[in-house]
């Protein structure tokens, strides 16, 4: 699976946009790219995944740039239980265990 | 919403002690997950479970390690002779193989402490 980059931490103002970077420049054409994030020690939780397209849910956008070596995830009002680590990874959609490699993510803190 | 239940939620038990941790995944789900997180660190996955064998372990996963889907519903994580070391956050998750785009759901996991 690609590697992927995420700064460590980041802030965000309650009410405003959370916009939240990854650099996956090794990508394969044939992996998608996820985001799940974890609320201090819950389970992992699935936000958004996305090939080539910008996506949207009602959790969340992602923008993904046309080369694909770069994602954003963005959260549209940003509220204090959004606080978490969130976690950029890509993965190849169909392998047989479609485990997920998790990385050190980005700690985003939601400040009132 | 269906979801991925746990039990105990914390589990405490003394080095070389055997543990069974427990897992209800969703009910139409076929592929089953053991993760791990020590405190502060990454989740690391331990071990994917298809059609009632192992499909892939990772380093972890060693001979102290097995898992067990004794019924239909139930999915178990046996530490048999446990280290100090095996204290961490234990999540299962599960996929269902006709999911389109494959997204994992974790359960709430379990806190095992080893004394």
């Known amino acids: 699976d690609a590697k992927t980059t995420q700064p460590p931490s980041m802030d965000c103002a309650e009410g405003r946009a959370a916009n939240l970077p990854c650099n996956h420049s090794?990508?394969?054409?044939?992996?998608?790219v996820y985001w799940y994030r974890q609320i201090h020690s819950q389970g992992p939780q699935y936000i958004i995944h996305?090939?080539?397209n910008n996506e949207t849910n009602e959790m969340a956008s992602l923008i993904i740039t046309e080369d694909r070596k770069s994602s954003t995830l963005i959260l549209p009002h940003a509220t204090l239980r959004d606080t978490a680590v969130y976690y950029c990874?890509?993965?190849?959609?169909?392998?047989?265990?479609?485990?997920?490699?998790f990385g050190a993510g980005t700690r985003l803190f939601v400040k009132a | 919403e269906p979801e991925v239940t746990q039990t105990p939620s914390h589990q405490v038990t003394q080095m070389g002690q055997e543990v069974i941790l427990r897992c209800v995944p969703i009910?139409?789900?076929?592929?089953f997950y053991w993760y791990r997180q020590i405190l502060g660190q990454k989740v690391e996955f331990l071990v994917s479970?298809?059609?009632?064998?192992?499909?892939?372990k990772s380093e972890i996963f060693d001979d102290q390690f097995s898992v067990e889907r004794p019924d239909g519903s139930n999915f178990t994580l046996k530490i048999r002779s446990t280290k100090l070391e095996d204290s961490a956050m234990y999540f299962c998750?599960?996929?269902?193989?006709?999911?389109?785009?494959?997204?994992?759901?974790f359960g709430p996991g379990t806190r095992l402490t080893v004394l």
């Open positions: 090794t990508i394969s054409g044939n992996e998608y």
């Open positions: 479970f298809y059609n009632n064998e192992i499909s892939e």
């Open positions: 009910s139409n789900h076929l592929y």
């Open positions: 996305g090939l080539k």
């Open positions: 990874i890509v993965r190849v959609g169909n392998t047989g265990g479609f485990k997920t490699i």
């Open positions: 998750a599960s996929i269902s193989q006709g999911s389109s785009y494959n997204e994992q759901f």
